[in-house]
């Protein structure tokens, strides 16, 4: 199913090792360079402008593909407009395959043609359903996972879980005022039912290769299921959706649930980070946090903004000082001190280990000491055995 040779994704990822544990200064900069050059690796693209740069070269390319396609085809306008949406995803498709054979992964190229092929896709099916949103949603997601497994193309996941995820509000809206009155309970099982089922495949990966877009799915179900009963968020929805008319003094209905999760929530994704130490997660309760401070303001004005800002700044200041005077003397566990090695989705470090003592990487010796001897002088004896 994977486009790439795995022996070079494999090399992809003892090369990530190495660089870890040269940054740990666990091996020389020598070593690493001999590693990088030894082995066969991807035509990746690490400089995210310099991608941003490729990408956009892409899709010049690719819609200059797609341009040529139309001046021999727009002769017969109303077949051509029907299927030309289907011949520019056949060409996004065929360009990633060729660009896959080339080993160009993250590139910037390929993520143009996948991307391309994705869209066209919605278009395509747009054009044929005449705007049907399920069809559209369906046929996108099976697009984009089949696009991710494939090419290991992380972008794609993103674009599989916002078109499963517009898949079930689209469903849900087929209930009518029903689906629209539950959805927010449905989105949150919805989020959390998926968000354990990635957690469990990560748990039992034996390869690393779908680590990132795995870990992807993984974030953006705690995303969802956050915003999912989010009290501005169903507040908002209920107005645009139900055409509720939240009068002053008047809320809507389940109020005091959302007003809980909005709160209870982003402290269990804190709790819960700290306690397995997942970063990732730490971040997104942070953020969950803010927001949800942020939904109280948008609605109930305590204090002056600036007022506001003033206590929450200072409140932050005081729980990074005392937390960095807590933790910055801890050798293990939750500590300030930096990482030596920070890559949480490499392979074990024996790996690169093995590949230094396959190429006969051995590690720095002192030099041999210089048969002739100096020393032994007092004060200032120069090497003298005397004294002066």
Same mark, same amino acid.
């Given at each position: 199913?994977?486009a790439?040779?795995?022996?070079v994704?494999?090399?992809?990822?003892?090369?990530?090792?190495?660089?870890?544990?040269?940054?740990?200064?666990?091996?020389?900069?020598? $070593? &690493?360079?001999f590693?990088?050059?030894?082995?066969?690796?991807?035509?990746? $693209?690490?400089?995210i402008l310099?991608?941003?740069g490729?990408?956009?070269l892409?899709? =010049?390319?690719?819609?200059?593909?797609?341009?040529?396609?139309?001046?021999f085809g727009?002769s017969?306008?109303?077949i051509?407009? $029907?299927?030309?949406c289907?011949?520019?995803?056949?060409?996004?498709?065929?360009?990633?395959?060729?660009?896959?054979?080339?080993?160009?992964?993250?590139?910037?190229?390929?993520?143009?043609?996948?991307? *391309?092929?994705?869209?066209?896709?919605?278009?395509?099916?747009g054009?044929?359903?005449e705007g049907?949103?399920?069809?559209?949603?369906?046929f996108?997601?099976?697009?984009?996972?089949?696009?991710f %497994?494939?090419?290991?193309?992380?972008?794609s996941?993103?674009?599989?879980?916002?078109a499963?995820t517009?898949?079930?509000?689209f469903g849900?809206?087929?209930f *009518?005022?029903?689906?629209?009155?539950? %959805?927010?309970?449905?989105?949150?099982?919805?989020?959390?039912?998926?968000?354990?089922?990635?957690?469990?495949?990560?748990?039992?990966?034996t390869?690393?290769?779908?680590?990132?877009? =795995?870990?992807?799915?993984n974030?953006?179900?705690?995303?969802?299921?956050?915003?999912?009963?989010?009290?501005?968020? #169903?507040?908002? %929805?209920?107005?645009?959706?139900? *055409?509720?008319d939240?009068?002053?003094g008047?809320?809507?209905?389940?109020a005091?649930?959302?007003?809980?999760?909005?709160?209870i #929530?982003?402290?269990?994704?804190?709790?819960q980070?700290?306690?397995? &130490?997942?970063r990732?997660?730490?971040?997104?309760?942070f =953020?969950?946090i803010?927001?949800?401070?942020?939904?109280?303001?948008?609605y109930?004005?305590?204090?002056p903004?600036?007022v506001?800002?003033?206590i929450?700044?200072a409140v932050?200041f005081?729980?990074?000082?005392?937390s960095?005077?807590?933790?910055?003397?801890?050798?293990?566990?939750l500590?300030?001190?930096?990482?030596?090695?920070?890559?949480?989705?490499?392979?074990?470090?024996?790996e690169?280990?093995? #590949?230094?003592?396959?190429? *006969?990487?051995?590690?720095?010796?002192?030099? $041999?000491?210089?048969?002739?001897?100096?020393g032994?002088?007092?004060?200032?004896g120069?090497?003298?055995?005397?004294?002066?």
């Open positions: 199913m994977i790439y040779d795995k022996k994704l494999d090399n992809e990822a003892l090369i990530d090792e190495a660089a870890s544990l040269y940054n740990g200064g666990f091996i020389s900069k020598d $070593q &690493k360079k590693i990088e050059k030894e082995l066969e690796t991807l035509k990746d $693209q690490k400089n310099v991608r941003i490729f990408f956009l892409g899709a =010049l390319l690719f819609g200059s593909i797609c341009g040529a396609i139309t001046i727009v017969s306008e109303r051509f407009f $029907q299927i030309c289907y011949i520019f995803a056949i060409v996004g498709f065929a360009g990633a395959e060729l660009l896959a054979s080339k080993n160009f992964h993250n590139h910037g190229l390929d993520d143009a043609f996948i991307l *391309g092929a994705l869209l066209n896709v919605g278009f395509a099916i054009i044929t359903t049907y949103e399920i069809i559209i949603a369906i996108v997601t099976i697009a984009a996972l089949l696009m %497994l494939r090419y290991l193309h992380v972008l996941m993103l674009v599989f879980c916002i499963i517009a898949f079930l509000f849900m809206f087929e *009518g005022e029903i689906g629209k009155a539950i %959805l927010p309970f449905t989105a949150a099982i919805f989020a959390g039912g998926f968000y354990f089922f990635t957690k469990k495949i990560i748990d039992r990966l390869q690393n290769y779908y680590y990132n877009g =795995l870990l992807l799915a974030s953006f179900c705690l995303v969802l299921f956050y915003l999912s009963c989010n009290y501005l968020i #169903v507040r908002e %929805l209920s107005v645009e959706l139900l *055409g509720t939240v009068k002053p008047t809320d809507i209905p389940f005091f649930f959302f007003y809980a999760f909005t709160f #929530v982003p402290i269990i994704y804190l709790v980070a700290l306690r397995t &130490k997942d990732l997660m730490l971040w997104i309760s =953020l969950a803010a927001f949800s401070i942020y939904t109280i303001r948008f109930y004005s305590v204090l903004i600036e506001a800002l003033t929450g700044g932050l005081a729980i990074a000082y005392f960095i005077k807590k933790l910055k003397e801890k050798e293990s566990g500590t300030f001190k930096p990482d030596r090695i920070n890559h949480t989705d490499s392979l074990l470090n024996a690169a280990l093995v #590949v230094a003592s396959t190429f *006969g990487m051995k590690p720095e010796v002192k030099p $041999q000491a210089s048969p002739m001897e100096f032994g002088g007092g004060f200032s120069g090497g003298s055995d005397g004294s002066y």
